[in-house]
């Protein structure tokens, strides 16, 4: 019998494509198999990622809860504040959760209230919080006297009694410095007039420094001790020999703080005025407290405060009369002038600031000790012990490199850390000065960046990745106020991302700052800023003991404003202090010697500051 082809063929055709799809399937079982393996081994966490999408989602909400609950039991809180814990759960029961939030590759990773930011505090079934707040002026017991001395010493204010850089500091007589000594000077603060002042609370800086074309290549960084009567004590261990000049500067007179303080506390905009646009398109002003909108009631506006942390945000209810969800944050730029500016005149009054009179003075030190070797010495001392009657410094500038003497294995260059940040999860959380370390770190370990376009929406968060050496960088910006326009969803408040972090344990650093879009405002707001950052980070070492977390300090700024970071600076390491398992850092000290002219550190600075923060990373040292 002969089978023609066109009889036969299509039934053998047919179980042949049976065959080859049946290899396909598995073949694509293999790949998918393989990839999940692969991404399990480049997000050691992606097990917490995969566990969420096995369970339900209420009971993934209410398990993601019990941090908050644990701690509001655990510090015995009120009926009112249990009952907001209960409103918050109630709502997020009906919320669905961002499916990008729980993906570890995504640069949203982490923030499960991305799409309930800008929500007003009616969508929780809630009314506006008491503000609360700490009274600044405790940390800061000594000025309180010297402020209230200038007003019955000066009641008409009369600037030619203000301090001026007509102050002299002069050297303690002696016959010569060596290594291990402490150097000491005396400054004597005079107003226009000459005359000597009787009561304290100026704002001087002093650094002792060697430069080589004009760029300091060593320094140490002085303390100055007010002895609230006119006079103040600076010191400085001598920890290098050399020869080096005495740089005394008057930043800003206890008239100009007072001034500065008064300002700040002022319910008017300073600088910019926030404004948002609506899901219903509409525009509307907004601000930090109730009290800066004179011309309305509490009814007149719309509370759109955080609900787990209290942080305050309020906006002009918008004229359809309804407390529309936030969707994007503007901001325009208010004339330099008052009430939102202190005045160029008022600054000239108050703010006059540079060199005193005597500064420029010079010492040799020589490296001639019997006593103790100068290797001797910094193996001996440590930032925060007392030296001879002194706090030692933080370090000191030594070749044009920072010589830490908080953490003195830090590694001799950024690049020599990436080792460190292999098989490690970084979170970075702050404003654009940490927003440069991550791009340090996209940059030195060729990191592939990902992320919205940072030139469009200011702050977006970022992801830097490397598959190789599985390093996993992440950039979140802080909570409202931030003085540069975005989408609300990319505002996360730092307490929020540190509650919500799905991770931790040795491998995972969070490194965050916070303070410069703080400074126009009433320092309480940023005090309890730091207060609910801190209480998140005490939640979370509960649950992982062993994340490393690093607070990083204020950099100093050389114009009238730096006081306004100095306070914030105290402030920090007054919430902090007890804190023993994690790291403050210090920078301060650093740019005390190293002086920036700009918010934003230029690249050789920025780097001796990344090559100190990630040296945590290779060596944890808290």
């Not at 961002?98 to 930011?117: F, H």
């Not at 000594?181 to 704002?203: P, S, W």
């Amino acid at each position: 019998m002969v089978y023609k082809g066109n009889a036969y063929m299509p039934q053998r055709w047919k179980k042949l494509k049976i065959l080859l799809f049946l290899c396909l399937v598995i073949l694509t079982c293999v790949v998918v198999l393989a990839y999940m393996k692969k991404t399990e081994a480049r997000f050691p966490f992606n097990k917490v990622h995969l566990a969420v999408e096995e369970q339900e989602q209420d009971e993934f909400i209410n398990n993601n809860m019990t941090k908050e609950q644990d701690e509001f039991i655990n510090n015995n809180i009120n009926e009112e504040n249990e009952s907001t814990m209960i409103k918050i759960q109630n709502f997020m029961k009906n919320f669905t959760l961002p499916k990008e939030a729980l993906d570890p590759s995504t640069v949203w990773y982490g923030n499960i209230y991305k799409d309930i930011y800008g929500l007003p505090l009616s969508a929780y079934d809630m009314t506006s919080f008491e503000k609360i707040g700490e009274d600044w002026i405790q940390f800061f017991p000594d000025f309180l006297a010297s402020r209230q001395h200038y007003h019955l010493r000066n009641p008409s204010h009369d600037p030619d009694a203000f301090t001026r850089i007509t102050s002299k500091v002069s050297l303690k007589k002696r016959s010569k410095y060596v290594v291990g000594d402490v150097f000491v000077a005396h400054i004597q603060a005079r107003d226009q007039l000459m005359r000597n002042k009787t009561f304290g609370g100026d704002y001087f800086r002093a650094r002792l420094i060697r430069t080589r074309f004009g760029e300091a290549v060593d320094g140490i960084p002085c303390a100055i001790y007010d002895h609230a009567n006119g006079t103040y004590t600076v010191k400085a261990p001598l920890l290098m020999s050399g020869d080096f000049t005495l740089e005394v500067k008057l930043l800003l007179s206890v008239e100009g703080i007072d001034h500065w303080i008064n300002f700040t506390e002022k319910a008017v905009h300073k600088r910019a005025c926030h404004h948002a646009i609506l899901k219903s398109d509409e525009k509307v002003v907004c601000g930090l407290h109730l009290d800066i909108f004179d011309n309305y009631s509490s009814e007149d506006l719309c509370d759109y405060s955080n609900p787990r942390n209290k942080e305050p945000w309020f906006c002009v209810r918008p004229p359809s009369g309804v407390c529309h969800p936030i969707v994007e944050h503007v901001i325009e730029k208010l004339p330099d002038k008052p009430p939102h500016e202190i005045s160029r005149e008022t600054k000239l009054k108050f703010g006059r600031f540079g060199e005193i009179f005597g500064s420029g003075s010079r010492i040799r030190v020589s490296s001639t000790n019997y006593l103790m070797s100068s290797a001797q010495l910094l193996s001996a001392i440590r930032y925060g012990m007392e030296y001879q009657g002194i706090v030692v410094p933080a370090g000191f500038l030594h070749n044009g490199h920072w010589v830490s003497l908080q953490h003195k294995s830090a590694e001799v260059s950024v690049a020599s850390s990436r080792d460190c940040f292999r098989n490690k999860i970084v979170f970075l959380l702050g404003d654009s000065t940490m927003r440069q370390f991550f791009f340090v770190a996209v940059h030195k370990f060729n990191l592939t960046q990902t992320g919205p376009d940072n030139r469009i929406n200011k702050h977006a968060p970022q992801l830097g990745r490397s598959e190789r050496d599985n390093i996993t960088v992440y950039y979140r910006t802080h909570g409202m106020p931030v003085e540069v326009p975005g989408l609300i969803s990319t505002r996360p408040y730092i307490s929020d991302t540190i509650d919500t972090l799905m991770v931790g344990g040795p491998d995972v650093y969070v490194i965050l700052n916070i303070g410069v879009h703080f400074i126009h405002y009433d320092a309480s707001y940023y005090i309890h800023r730091l207060m609910g950052i801190k209480k998140a980070i005490l939640n979370h070492l509960k649950i992982h003991p062993e994340t490393r977390f690093i607070v990083r300090g204020q950099n100093v700024v050389e114009c009238a404003q730096e006081w306004a970071l100095f306070r914030f600076e105290i402030l920090l390491r007054n919430v902090f202090k007890d804190m023993k398992e994690i790291v403050v850092l210090n920078l301060w000290d650093f740019t005390i010697v190293w002086r920036l002219y700009d918010y934003h550190p230029g690249d050789v600075p920025l780097d001796e500051e990344a090559r100190l923060m990630f040296s945590y990373l290779c060596n944890w040292n808290p």
